[in-house]
């Protein structure tokens, strides 16, 4: 017997994507925020929530195995958490995903961008590269981390014969822990004549206590 959810979804044509969002198999994890989280320092960001319990789980399998689906359900409080802080900006940042110096890298930044540009009407970018190799972060502690990413990267400037204001740009990345690599990539985009907003991502690493 079909249960009555999947009875109903057949005889009223339902999308597949309304089965994926019944499903309890699906739903929302308690660390994600419905507004989405936000903070300045160390340089603006906007997340998804914390990275922790079962939004970390979810993003270690995302990584192993990307899937635009799984993100989505849960970007909704990020995106509604940038939707709201940008509304009264007279332009929308282009979004930048830092990228992996290695050749199969991380595949989460490239499809939370191309996910986010869909969702806020707003335009990918890249510009931003890796200028050479660095140690994965994970055993690191905060000073490895930053010296780690220092001069890490490069970027483009921006269109040759561009007049106004320098143009903005809004990093995304999966998690945001010390802020290092985020700091790197900004610095190299400002220092190209980009101006940079923040960082968007989907977890936030809850902050070590006193």
């Known amino acids: 017997m079909f249960a009555p959810a999947l009875r109903r979804a057949l005889a009223d ?5 309304w089965l994926l969002a019944a499903s309890p198999a699906n739903g929302l994890c308690p660390e ?3 507004e989405g989280l936000s903070d300045p320092d160390p340089l603006p960001w906007w997340a998804a929530g914390s990275y922790a319990g079962e939004l970390r789980c979810r993003l270690l399998r995302l990584r192993r195995s990307p899937d635009p689906r799984a993100m989505a359900e849960l970007t909704p409080g990020l995106v509604a958490g940038l939707r ?3 509304a009264g900006r007279a332009t929308r940042p282009l979004l930048v995903p830092i990228p992996s110096w290695k050749q199969r890298g991380n ?14 009407g707003w335009r990918v ?4 590269h890796r200028s050479r190799p660095v140690l994965g972060q994970h055993h690191l ?7 780690n990413q220092a001069g890490a990267f490069r970027a483009d400037p921006p269109t040759a014969g561009r007049s106004g204001p320098r143009p903005t740009l ?21 220092a190209a004549g980009w101006r940079v907003a923040g960082m968007a ?8 206590g006193p």
Do not use: H, K, M, Y
């Open 201 to 208: 991502c989907l977890g936030r690493t809850p902050l070590a």
């Open 13 to 17: 044509g339902l999308a597949l994507d």
């Open 170 to 190: 809004l990093l995304v990345d999966d998690i945001l822990t010390t802020g290092a690599t985020a700091i790197a990539a900004a610095a190299a985009l400002q």
């Open 32 to 34: 994600l925020s419905g």
């Open 107 to 120: 595949p989460l930044p490239p499809l939370l961008g191309r996910l986010l540009a869909r969702q806020l």
């Open 84 to 86: 709201r802080d940008f």
């Open 125 to 128: 970018s890249g510009g931003l």
């Open 141 to 147: 502690g905060r000073e490895l981390r930053w010296a």
